[in-house]
Structure formats: C-alpha cells, structure tokens
C-alpha cells in the first residue's frame, strides 16, 4: 500500500512537443504530491508539488495534474526544451509526515533537438 | 550558500569494513533523511530524522545506522558493508510541515562500490 508506481521508464519527445509522465499511489492517506528533477551528477531538486484540494498546478511550462479518485497524478512538459532532458522522480507522502516520503521509480526523459 | 554537504563523493571499499558517509546542512532544517538511488528502482529512503535524537526507519534501512547528535549533521554508518549495497546514496533535509515547507534540499550524492 505504499508503493508509487511511475511510467514510462523513459521518454523521447522531440522538441517542442509534450512530455507526460504518469503516476500512481495506493494509500489514501497521502496529500502531498512533489515531483523532483534530477540532472547527471546531481542531487534530485524540487519543480514542483501539488496537495489534493485542487486539481491542478502549472508553474510556467510544467503542470500537475491530479485525478484523486483514480489515485492518480501526471506531470505535464509543453514545449519541451533539451534543457530538460533529465530524470524525473514523482513522490506521495502525507503533508503532516512528509518526512516518510515514498519515491516513484524515475523516469528518464530525452528531448530531441 | 545554502546547501547540503556530502563527503566523500566517491568510495571504494571491500567487505566488512566500516565506514561512515557524513551529511550536514547549513539551512537550519529539521528533518534529515538518507536515501539510495539504484537503476529502476529509484530513490529508497534508508533512515530519517525528524530533530535531534529522533531517527526512524525508511523503507530499506537493514544493514545501515545513523545519527542525529547535533542538527546540522546526519551521518551514515555502514558497520559492515557488502557488495549489495553498492549505490549513489543521498542526504536531504527539509524544514518540515511545521514550517510550511515539506522540500527536499539534497545532496550532491555519494557513489559507493563495495567490494
């Protein structure tokens, strides 16, 4: 029950298009929803997170969406840039305890020039 | 800077011999975590802290110790390593809910080869 499921295991898109990386949680109790940008040789960094009393977030170019009775959440690439070629972590935790944090298993994401 | 320290950034080792990875954070966090990074399986968390003297077990923390003695540092203890726990390992920290931030600020990892 605490697992998170995330696919593709890797990812090309050419550029300009949208990336999509999908995931899955199991536990309800969960309300907090981060997903984490990793480049080679470096530490994961936050990009960004969504909590379950919306929808969905866009920050510029990356969005969240949420879907809470499918258990399910999404990270939204548009125009896709090689600059964000990288590998992306989604995660769920409970927003009170986030410091028992579960990971998805990454994705890796190559964007085509 | 604000930042998480690791050393060292890599490691050669044999089996059974003990070594420590240390961690320390200069942002005044209170939670501290340790986490492995293997292909396919993403990031596990090892152990956590969530304030001085207050550690708990992640998902996979057999055959690690840790501790929590001063804020700013959570070191990583493997009292007797083996091949199985070759891995990128990486330290974070966070404010915590308490403080309205739950981000991970990570390290730069760790690359350890038992063996």
């Known amino acids: 029950q605490q697992q998170v499921k995330q696919s593709p295991q890797s990812l090309i898109v050419q550029k300009g298009g949208i990336s999509i990386i999908n995931c899955a949680y199991e536990?309800?109790?969960?309300?907090?929803f981060p997903w984490y940008q990793q480049f080679p040789g470096k530490g994961p960094a936050l990009l960004i997170a969504?909590?379950?009393?919306?929808s969905e977030k866009k920050e510029g170019r990356f969005t969240i969406s949420f879907n809470k009775s499918a258990k399910q959440f999404s990270l939204h690439i548009m125009d896709s840039q090689p600059g964000d070629s990288a590998t992306y972590f989604c995660?769920?935790?409970?927003?009170?305890?986030?410091?028992?944090?579960?990971f998805g298993s990454g994705t890796r994401l190559s964007i085509r020039p | 800077e604000a930042q998480v320290t690791q050393n060292p950034r890599y490691l050669i080792t044999v089996t059974g011999k003990k070594l420590t990875v240390t961690c320390s954070q200069n942002?005044?966090?209170?939670?501290m975590s340790w986490y492995r990074q293997d292909p396919g399986l993403g990031l596990r968390q090892i152990y956590y802290?969530?304030?001085?003297?207050?550690?708990d077990k992640g998902d996979v923390p057999e055959g690690y110790k840790v501790s929590r003695k001063e804020k700013r540092n959570f070191p990583l203890i493997l009292e007797s390593p083996s091949p199985n726990q070759t891995s990128l390992y990486f330290c974070?920290?966070?404010?915590?809910?308490?403080?309205?931030?739950?981000?991970?600020?990570f390290g730069p990892g760790t690359r350890l080869t038992v063996l």
């Open positions: 974070a920290s966070s404010r915590g809910p308490g403080q309205g931030s739950n981000e991970q600020f």
């Open positions: 536990n309800t109790a969960f309300d907090y």
């Open positions: 969504i909590r379950p009393d919306v």
């Open positions: 995660a769920a935790s409970r927003w009170s305890s986030a410091s028992k944090i579960i």
């Open positions: 942002m005044n966090h209170e939670y």
């Open positions: 802290s969530m304030n001085v003297e207050v550690t």
